[in-house]
Nanobody, 121 residues
Framework: VQLQAYGGGLVQAGGSLRLSCAASGRTFSYYFMGWFRQAPGKEREFVASISWSGGSTHYADAVKGRFTISRDNAKNTVYLQMNSLKPEDTAVYYC???????????????WGQGTQVTVSS
């Protein structure tokens, strides 16, 4: 599966953004999907994941209660709604996919190209 993430941009602290990730391939609905992010000088970290049906989601503690992951299998798209953004959310956000779930970078074989999110204070 190939992934194309978009929707990043510049937003003030407290604002919102919605990231989207379009996937190619007819087996999208069989994949666990997720988002990672990497801030300058830091390691890539897990943000959120969602099961193939959308019935199970998992979030990093840093974003729990502020971010929501969802998917539309009919559109082969996964979303990340980000509310109450903070300057520390500034990072490149990557969309990921794999047939099994995980919270480490090695758990996912398929990665999108990344989209920049910048939160100003």
């Amino acid at each position: 599966v190939q992934l194309q993430a978009y929707g990043g941009g510049l937003v003030q602290a407290g604002g919102s953004l919605r990231l989207s990730c379009a996937a190619s391939g007819r087996t999208f609905s069989y994949y666990f999907m997720g988002w990672f992010r990497q801030a300058p000088g830091k390691e890539r970290e897990f943000v959120a994941s969602i099961s193939w049906s959308g019935g199970s989601t998992h979030y990093a503690d840093a974003v729990k209660g502020r971010f929501t992951i969802s998917r539309d299998n009919a559109k082969n798209t996964v979303y990340l709604q980000m509310n109450s953004l903070k300057p520390e959310d500034t990072a490149v956000y990557y969309c990921v996919a794999d047939r099994s779930p995980g919270v480490t970078t090695t758990a996912y074989d398929h990665w999108g190209q990344g989209t920049q999110v910048t939160v100003s204070s």
